[in-house]
Every structure is written in structure tokens, then in C-alpha cells.
């Protein structure tokens, strides 16, 4: 009959305490304590209630339920969390790449298909720039050399071309005089014979 009684009291107090959650249960720890203290000491034994033991493997379970389920929400947030690191490193893995690429185009340019360092491109466009230079002052001075010569060419001409119409006209004004001279002495000539 004590049995019976224990029973349903045990039954009566379940449903209470299942419906309070809010209320803080005491440690697995004071549980056991709680156990240990209100058991009876009959000499070598301990004598425990069977409902305390029975409250203190639900609470064990409980607690392994909830570490469990503790657990697996632990795992889910560290797969989420690694996903993340994964999607992170990634993300730092891909800006690495593009810093490396906007690092190697501000160092570089391409050049007939070719990557050629800056430095290098403008000492060769310095120096390209610097010989067509040359080149051009070169061919400055050598047009201006031929044009000084044409000049001096042009000027001998003009005065071989004078020389020339000088001694022309002088030749022709001779030749006149002679011819003047001659038909005066043809005409001597006719009025000598003719006289």
C-alpha cells in the first residue's frame, strides 16, 4: 500500500514538474547530493528511493538529450562557420588574385603582345625617341648642307649663265662688227671693181 501511495504521488509530481520548464532544475550534480543525503543508512548499505533514482536517470538523459542536441547545433554552427571560412578564404584568395593582376598591369604594358615591365618601356621609348631624334637632327643638317650646296649650285649657275650671256652678246656684237666690217669691205670691193 506504501507502494501504491509513493506511486501516485510520484505520478501527481511528474506532470508538476514537467509543467513548470521555467523553474531551474538543480544540477545533475545536487541531484546526486540531494540522493545521497536523504538516503537511509542501514549498516553496510545505503537505501535510496526508487523514484529519486528514477527523477536522477530522467535527469541524466534530459541532460544528455539536451548536450546532444547542443551538440548538433554546435556542429551545424562550426560547418556554417567553415563554409563561411571556406567562402572567405575564397573571397581573400580571389581579391589576392585581382590585387596581383592590378599590380602586374600597373607594371607592366602590353606592347605588340608582349608584357614588358614600365621601366623598361619608357627607357625604350627614351631611347627610340632619343635616336629618331638624332636621326631627324642628322637629316636636318644634311638638308641643309644640300640646300646651302644647291644655293651655291644655283648661284655658279647664275653667274656662268651671266658669263655666258655676257660673252653671247659680246660674241654676237663681234660678230655684227664683223659683218658690218666685211660688207664694208665687200663694198669697197664692188665699188673697186666697179670703178
Known amino acids: 500500500m ?3 501511495l509513493t506511486f501516485l504521488i510520484l505520478l501527481g509530481i511528474t506532470p508538476v514538474l514537467a509543467s513548470e520548464p521555467e523553474q531551474k532544475q538543480p544540477s545533475l550534480q545536487q541531484q546526486f547530493q540531494g540522493i545521497r543525503d536523504n538516503s537511509e543508512f542501514i549498516e553496510p548499505f545505503r537505501m535510496v528511493r526508487a523514484y529519486q533514482v528514477e527523477n536522477f536517470w530522467k535527469a541524466v538523459q534530459d541532460t544528455l538529450r539536451e548536450m546532444d542536441k547542443a551538440l548538433v547545433v554546435a556542429n551545424q554552427k562550426i560547418s556554417a562557420v567553415e563554409s563561411e571560412v571556406a567562402l572567405l578564404k575564397n573571397t581573400i584568395s580571389e581579391k589576392d588574385s585581382s590585387v596581383e593582376e592590378m599590380a602586374f598591369a600597373g607594371s607592366h604594358i602590353a606592347f605588340m603582345g608582349w ?16 635616336g629618331l631624334l638624332a636621326f631627324m637632327a642628322i637629316l636636318f643638317f644634311a638638308f641643309r648642307t644640300a640646300l646651302q650646296a644647291a644655293r651655291e649650285s644655283r648661284n655658279l ?9 655676257t660673252y653671247k652678246r659680246n660674241t654676237v656684237e663681234k660678230e655684227v662688227k664683223l659683218y658690218r666690217e666685211l660688207q664694208d669691205y665687200r663694198n669697197r670691193l664692188t665699188e673697186l671693181k666697179s670703178a
Open 2 to 4: 506504501n507502494k501504491v
Open 115 to 130: 608584357d614588358i615591365p614600365k621601366t623598361k618601356f619608357i627607357w625604350i621609348v627614351v631611347s627610340v625617341s632619343a
Open 157 to 165: 649657275y647664275n653667274e656662268v649663265s651671266n658669263e655666258f650671256d
